[in-house]
């Protein structure tokens, strides 16, 4: 189990690696171009917002490698793609806002951690490592479902060219690597988020066929 735990543990911090630089092909046209044409700015928020909590998770139970240094990548990626668009956007009051809840939530959860680990909250470790588990949870789940921002605009414009493909295959990929991993280091917190992932992933790549798009259509009628 070890070799295997091992062999799983470089997958994922490829994969992980992958979905911190998934968004870079978009960000580069972005760059050269000045605009952000229907590039959405939510999942790099979410992807920082994911990696966030799972660094002070993985703190806690002291999972260093994949966990804390993958996250640690990711961010710091967030951060770059994050600037870029900002600098791209005609939007600026939109992307704002989206920091803006993004910060609310992590304060929430920064205060949480610093008030559990500190013993204010009366916890023991374990619950302190269950709660952030949970918490941690809700913010992946979220991320997975972030490209599904552009489905409103795809149903309504007949177009499936906006919704983040690239995105959602490396998404896909990662969850099931993670899921492996999970199992194999029987964490629970790390394994519910991902298999969650897995099928909205395919769900989304599906949802690019012509079939789809055309029954949307049908439905309008």
Known sequence: MSTL???????????????????????WHIYKNRSTGNVS??????????????????????NFVP?????????????????????????H????KVCSVAFIVLAIYTLYYILGTSGVTNQ???????TLGILSDVVNVVLNAS????????????????????????????AAVWVAYAIADDDMFVLLPNALG???????????????VSLKENSAV
């Not at 966990?67 to 005609?90: A, D």
């Not at 023991?124 to 269950?130: L, R």
């Not at 499936?160 to 990662?174: G, Q, W």
Request: charged residues 10%.
């Open 147 to 174: 490209p599904l921002e552009t489905m409103k605009k795809v149903i309504q414009t007949k177009d499936a060219s906006t919704i983040p493909i690239i995105l959602s295959t490396i998404f896909l990929v990662n």
């Open 67 to 91: 966990l804390f240094t993958i996250c640690t990548v990711g961010m710091l990626t967030s951060i770059m793609f994050g600037s870029i668009y900002y600098r791209g956007s005609s939007d």
């Open 93 to 96: 009051a939109y992307v704002h």
């Open 124 to 130: 023991s470790d374990d619950a302190v490592e269950k």
């Open 41 to 62: 700015i939510l999942p790099v928020v979410m992807i920082f917002c994911n990696c966030y909590a799972w660094v002070l998770y993985a703190y806690q139970v002291s």
């Open 5 to 27: 735990l091992s062999i799983l543990e470089v997958l994922s911090i490829v994969t992980a690696i992958m979905v911190a630089f998934s968004p870079a092909p978009d960000f």
């Open 198 to 212: 897995s099928p909205n992933s395919h769900d989304i790549q599906s949802s690019m066929s012509p079939d789809f």
